[in-house]
């Protein structure tokens, strides 16, 4: 069973199969380049190729709507496409924030339009009987930025995650801590896990997934 990608949706073949998709992995480069062209090309490998390997004996199919660059702001609008374009999904994996809190300098404040934009976008979810699972935002390769820069951008991460983990308590989300696992050796750049990362990734998502 192979991952489904946003990037063929123009193809017979993706037509076919988006019928057959149990998990829609949605958010930024964490977790797809759909819009980097051919599968070969991207830049770095992502955990929902890893995930697809995991949840193989279950049966789960997994679509990969990881789109580059993307901003939590999108995040409501690319959920209500992929609950229409995979109509049978039961889980929505979303990572949302990583591109936000790099853009607006104000932590708090993008912390809590983060969540607010996750927050519709759950609903969203749950308004379709189906099940919303996070992951947080990983912190950086640390080796990639002078020490001040580092721990500046720590900060703000650990901030960010602080409201996030008190979020999903809330709403009684499913939340995947990769920020916790995800070690410098992990990074193939200074924000993307390699594929020893991605694979990490995919285990902390595939251990908190419910089971039916």
Partial sequence: ???????????????????????????????????????WG?????????????????????????????ISDNGPQQVRDYLTLFPTARYFVLGMGTNDLGIWPDTEATSRRIIENLRRMVQAVMQHGRQAVLFNVPHVNETSFPPPIARDLRAKRD??????????????????????LLQDNHFADQLHPNETGARIMAEAVFQVLPRE
């Fill in 1 to 39: 069973m192979h991952v489904l990608y946003l990037m063929e949706r123009d193809t017979a073949a993706f037509e076919t199969n988006r019928t057959s998709v149990d998990i829609v992995c949605a958010g930024d480069s964490l977790t797809g380049w759909n819009n980097f062209g051919p599968i």
């Fill in 159 to 180: 901030f960010h995650n602080r409201r996030l983990n008190a979020f999903c308590d809330e709403l009684d989300i499913p939340l995947a801590d990769i920020c916790l």
């Fill in 42 to 70: 991207w830049p770095c490998r992502t955990y929902p190729e890893f995930l697809q390997e995991l949840c193989a004996p279950q049966g789960l199919h997994i679509a990969n709507g990881g789109i580059a660059g993307e």
